[in-house]
């Protein structure tokens, strides 16, 4: 890493398009994201939150514009670099993405074989373990894919995102599918996430994760970021705009519920 | 109306040069296969096992059968003509240079291209390329190369195959119907077989191996986010690989006989 890339933020978007099937999805986006940073990316369905994040992580193409980590372009990322940007950047998807032909512990073992050759098998099979263990995960895991519940592929899925142990991860709808005790253990990994100042971009409308961890709340609607703001901003903020109102006055109004939860337990 | 055409033809180029880069890319990642340790060395052994070692019953009893055929259709023509001895002959330009190669194909398109283009299809519809990219692992060196390799090796090894079941194990059938003394038989096909013959079918097979496997996979990739689109792209795969393969075999029959 060079001082140009040091001084660089983590990750940047500069005017990001896209488009699928003759259709905007994307329209002119921008965003720089620093280090640590904790930002959810809020907004209705369709608005274009997930296209954003796959963008983001180079995994779809961007019809124009540029994403930049750590200084380069993820666009021209020669073979080496974008082995280091996928060891330094992991993505946890939305419906899961587990690989049907392989194991769970294999989903979880091969980035794992990739970017950690020194491991042995039982270390790799005994880090997978332990991080799906933290996640709830009780199953064998010589089991396929094919055999678990959208919310085990869920946990799975998160867990082959967080098993290198990666600088930024980006989450999309972390929570979907989840019941309320797998939400919970979800919370206590992505509080140890936070603790090691990892950097979180995830694309949700759970407000319970947003308040809780988010630091920076960006709203996307019709393609487009129509707001973005730390976290204490929006929340202290009145009359911000419509695309973000009804976001912000959702997220408010369960932050009430939530205090008079607790003056009502109190009692 | 113009318009129209002018982007059709548009449309056409880039998926033509896209496929040009698709093949170029697969060569590249081949020709880097086993530079060094990679994890797609499982995957080749499974496309080997299932397009070659599964195939082997089918492409058996297809080789006894055309080999029978001709003995017994042969043997009873062309003494009319007074030439018996070409029977050998036709044996063996059927068998290892014509039919051979290109049955041999026909029955891995119907059977792995189908499977490759499904599955690829099935794994750009359910995010699984997406998971590849994601942890590093580039989809065209772990997925498309292992297969195009594993194909390319079972159909030179099935066409190898062929030529054994044709010429050797019709005449196990053949002596059902009509008996032949096996040493008479036998110096006649070593007479009529030149090694040109069997190198001839064994090129063949690998440009077919390389025709079947990267149009399977250029299929299975090209699919969008429809479930609805996965047979499609077996359909295509299937029937842009005959075509291409029989318009292959009509080439190099034509360069070697020209």
């Known amino acids: ?267 | 109306m113009i318009e129209r055409i002018g982007a059709s033809v548009r449309e056409k180029a880039s998926s033509f040069l896209y496929a040009l880069a698709f093949f170029g890319r697969v060569i590249d990642r081949s020709l880097r296969f086993f530079r060094r340790r990679q994890v797609g060395y499982k995957v080749l052994v499974f496309q080997i096992l299932f397009t070659g070692v599964e195939a082997l019953l089918v492409n058996a009893v297809m080789a006894m059968a055309i080999g029978a055929a001709i003995i017994v259709i042969g043997s009873s023509l062309l003494p009319q003509f007074g030439q018996s001895r070409l029977m050998y002959d036709i044996m063996v330009i059927v068998i290892t240079k014509e039919l051979g190669p290109l049955l041999t194909a026909f029955i891995v398109i119907a059977r792995s291209g189908t499977a490759i283009a499904t599955e690829l299809a099935g794994m750009v519809v359910g995010h699984e390329i997406e998971a590849y990219i994601s942890v590093g692992v580039d989809p065209i060196s772990f997925l498309v190369v292992p297969r195009v390799l594993g194909m390319v090796s079972s159909l030179v090894l099935l066409s190898i195959y062929f030529n054994l079941f044709g010429l050797l194990g019709s005449f196990l059938v053949v002596q059902l119907i009509k008996p032949i003394a096996f040493a008479e038989y036998f110096q006649s096909l070593l007479a009529a077989l030149a090694p040109g013959d069997i190198l001839s079918g064994m090129a063949k097979s690998l440009v077919f191996g390389v025709i079947v496997s990267t149009v399977a996979s250029y299929q299975g990739f090209s699919v969008g986010r429809a479930s609805t689109e996965i047979p499609v792209a077996g359909i295509k795969a299937v029937g842009q690989s005959f075509v291409l393969c029989i318009f292959a075999d009509v080439l190099i029959t034509l360069a070697q006989y020209a």
């Open chain 1, 1 to 267: 890493m060079n001082a140009d890339t040091r001084s660089a933020p983590l990750l940047e978007l500069r005017g990001i398009s896209a488009s699928s099937g003759g259709s905007e999805i994307l329209e002119d986006v921008s965003l720089s994201i620093e280090r640590g940073e904790r930002i959810a990316v809020m907004g209705p369905s369709g608005s274009g939150k997930s296209t954003l994040l796959k963008v983001a992580a180079g995994l779809e193409p961007a019809g124009s514009g540029h994403a930049f980590f750590d200084g380069r372009d993820i666009a021209t990322l020669g073979q080496r670099d974008e082995l280091d940007f996928r060891k330094r950047a992991s993505f946890g998807f939305q419906d899961g993405a587990l690989w049907e032909n392989q194991t769970v512990l294999n989903n979880l073992a091969l980035p794992l074989r990739i970017h950690r050759p020194q491991l042995s098998e039982s270390d790799i099979a005994e880090r997978s373990r332990a991080l799906l263990s933290r996640l709830g995960f009780t199953d064998s895991l010589g089991v396929r894919p094919a055999t678990l519940s959208m919310g085990e592929r869920k946990i799975v899925s998160i867990a082959r995102a967080l098993v290198l142990d990666p600088e930024l991860v980006f989450l999309d709808d972390p929570t979907g599918h989840l019941d309320e005790d797998a939400r919970d253990r979800l919370y206590s990994v992505v509080d140890a996430l936070v603790r090691k100042g990892t950097t979180i971009v995830a694309v949700t409308n759970n407000t319970g994760f947003v308040r809780r961890f988010a630091l920076r709340l960006v709203v996307v609607a019709n393609g487009r970021v129509t707001y973005d703001a730390p976290m204490a901003v929006a929340m202290a903020a009145e009359g911000i705009e419509t695309a973000a109102r009804s976001v912000v006055a959702r997220l408010k109004r369960y932050a009430e519920r939530d205090r008079l939860d607790e003056i009502e337990e109190k009692r």
